[in-house]
């Protein structure tokens, strides 16, 4: 999917909608990747209404991540064959409900409840549940009471300022949360009205532990997280360490209701303060942490500015100097995996794939060849201008280069066999061989940018922005 694109276009879909006829109050029901910031986007420009998602919360947990990873690099290695891996993933996404790794869909419903989006203890609460249920019937309850002019009027406009969007910033880095929201976050700010900067997500990550081990920053799964206080239970070890506005304005009550966690009883929906880790292995309990800063780094250096999450990167594979072997897309890289071509130390870049050269798919394809490689005792790295979501797992993955390449980046004159220094301990991302009289290599990104409806959003490519400033075309 083209990230920016497909979250604009969700932005505008919702900002026409609720322009479309008179609305009182606006619930947004949307949890995956980048449909739920887009429908933030959108509201904020009737940001007079009072709104609130509806999450979907997980499916119950099917195999486990540890199986899903080792299918999947068998299959890229060509050790089973399209039947098993099929077979691996029915398993795993079997049932309504976001998918059970800690990837961009369920830290949205992570960060979204930090910021006081939707009701308290709500975001990971099965589907079909009966407590899922009553926490739907009661948004819409509440919602529909605080229409304008009631006496519970409060609208999104009172709901997102800087206390709230620091919030799920702190709450993004404590759990080691998706890659995708050094965008969305960004996006979502600016569309608020609100400055916020890679350099903003870095200082903040230098001062907020990793209090949360999750799929891929660890073997459990969101609803082990669930079961260990969830949400609330990581709200309450932020509010102890004092990392949190408890002065924020969320849509429901105020943030201390935010420390509590719904239940049924004698089937009434009640609110129960949250205690102790339930499982000090996946939430860490008072006075503990897994480590001492965040998910996520900020790189910088003669290549560009990029992100880094290293929160599931062992220490000893956290600076990374290699010489570069360079593609214009994961199918490509797979290909030269598959031929043999890729055993040995190697720094991967793949470029020509940021917000204006192709809308920034996901590189998904990439994960189990770079997991191979490493288990194979190989040193390796990723640079690309391109996106990996929450799911970035154990390979140093220096991701959203800015400027790509279409727009002049350093990416773009690399070559085969260049030294790329990788060093997410000190923040660097260098090429050590001199660049001086090198012109960008040209790409033919026809095939990127036609077909299947990619010609619909010529005019958003031209228009985007980087993806340090959010890679969108709203300002």
């Keep these: 999917a083209m990230t920016f694109c497909s979250r604009s276009s969700r932005a505008a879909a919702s900002g026409v909608s609720l322009s479309l006829q008179p609305v009182d ?26 709104t609130a998602f509806v999450p979907a919360g997980p499916m119950a947990s099917g195999i486990s991540n540890d199986e899903k990873v080792k299918v999947r690099q068998q299959y890229a290695a060509g050790e089973v064959g399209r039947d098993a891996l099929l077979k691996m993933e029915c398993g795993a996404y079997h049932a309504a409900g976001t ?61 997102i300022d800087e206390r709230a969007l620091v919030n799920g910033l702190v709450a993004l880095l404590a759990s080691g949360g998706s890659t995708n929201h050094s965008i969305h976050m960004v996006a979502l700010a600016r569309a608020a009205g609100l400055e ?39 709200m309450r070890r932020l509010a102890e360490e004092g990392l949190i506005h408890m002065d924020a304005t969320p849509v429901f009550g105020e943030m201390q209701d935010y420390l509590s966690r719904p239940a049924l009883v004698d089937g009434k929906l ?56 360079v593609f214009s897309s ?36 990439l994960m189990p060849v770079l997991g191979n490689l490493q288990k194979a005792g190989h040193k390796v790295a990723l640079v690309t201008d391109g996106r990996l979501s929450g799911a970035s797992g154990k390979i140093p993955a220096a991701i959203h280069v800015t400027p790509e390449a279409l727009h002049g980046g350093a990416i ?58 959010g890679a969108t075309i709203f300002d």
């Excluded at 947004?28 to 007079?48: R, T, V, Y």
């Design 99 to 159: 998918c059970t790794f800690y990837g961009t869909a369920n830290t949205n419903q992570l960060v979204f409840e930090a910021m006081g989006l939707m009701l308290p203890g709500s975001a990971f609460v099965h589907p079909h549940s009966e407590l899922r249920h009553a926490l739907t019937e009661e948004a819409a309850r509440r919602i529909s009471a605080m229409i304008p002019g009631s006496p519970a009027y409060r609208p999104l406009s009172a709901v």
């Design 25 to 50: 109050a606006t619930l947004l029901l949307g949890i995956c990747d980048k449909i739920a910031p887009g429908q933030i986007m959108g509201a904020l420009s009737h940001a007079h209404l009072p």
């Design 270 to 325: 009640v609110w129960q303060p949250v205690g102790e880790s339930g499982d000090p292995s996946v939430l860490s309990p008072s006075g503990s942490e897994f480590q001492a800063t965040g998910g996520t780094k900020l790189l910088a250096g003669n290549l560009g500015r990029a992100v880094v999450k290293v929160s599931a990167v062992a220490p000893e594979y956290r600076v990374i100097e290699a010489p570069a072997r």
């Design 196 to 234: 916020l900067t890679w350099d903003d997500l870095s200082d903040l990550s230098d001062v907020v532990p990793l209090l949360v081990r999750m799929y891929p920053n660890g073997p459990a799964d969101v609803n082990a997280f669930e079961q260990a206080g969830g949400v609330p239970g990581l």
């Design 330 to 365: 994961q199918h490509a890289v797979e290909a030269a995996y598959k031929a043999g071509e890729l055993n040995q130390d190697a720094v991967i870049v793949v470029r020509h794939n940021g917000p204006a050269a192709n809308g920034m798919p996901e590189l998904h394809k």
């Design 412 to 469: 773009g004159l690399l070559a085969n066999g260049d030294l790329l220094r990788v060093d997410a301990e000190s923040g660097r991302l260098d090429c050590l061989t001199d660049l001086s009289g090198r012109t960008q290599a040209e790409i033919d990104l026809t095939l990127e940018q036609e077909g299947w409806g990619r010609e619909l959003f010529s005019v958003m490519r031209r228009a985007v922005s980087s993806a340090e400033c």
